[in-house]
């Protein structure tokens, strides 16, 4: 079973950075997507970003421009590059791998806080 855990949240400033790691054990080579999604308070989950065993990336519209998603060489750490970040960036930010190993699978991290204020 493939196993992920988030880091790097925290407090940042509007127009600061950061940068969020997800680590994947298990069969990683099994995993064909890898995402990131976040969970603001009182609003549903949402897609951020994800990335492809092929390395194709898709966005939200509102973090275009501002966020990149990769992955290493070795495909085991996830990143999510996080610019310009303004308040409504505010959220629970949550790894996502989607797969296949013996059976489909759609598993999560336990997620990193990220809080945007001055």
């Known amino acids: 079973q493939v196993q992920l855990v988030e880091s790097g949240g925290g407090l940042v400033q509007p127009g600061g950075s950061l940068r969020l790691s997800c680590a994947a054990s298990?069969?990683?080579?099994?995993?064909?997507?890898m995402g990131w999604y976040r969970q603001a308070p009182g609003k549903q989950r949402e897609l951020v970003a994800t990335?492809?065993?092929?390395?194709?990336?898709n966005y939200a519209d509102s973090v275009k421009g501002r966020f990149t998603i990769s992955r290493d060489n070795a495909k085991t750490t996830a990143y999510l590059q996080m610019n310009s970040l303004k308040p409504e960036d505010t959220a629970v930010y949550y790894c996502?791998?989607?797969?296949?190993?013996?059976?489909?699978?759609?598993?999560w991290g336990q997620g990193t806080l990220v809080t945007v204020s001055s």
């Open positions: 996502n791998a989607v797969g296949q190993y013996n059976r489909g699978y759609d598993v």
């Open positions: 990335i492809s065993s092929d390395g194709r990336t």
């Open positions: 298990g069969p990683i080579f099994s995993i064909n997507v």
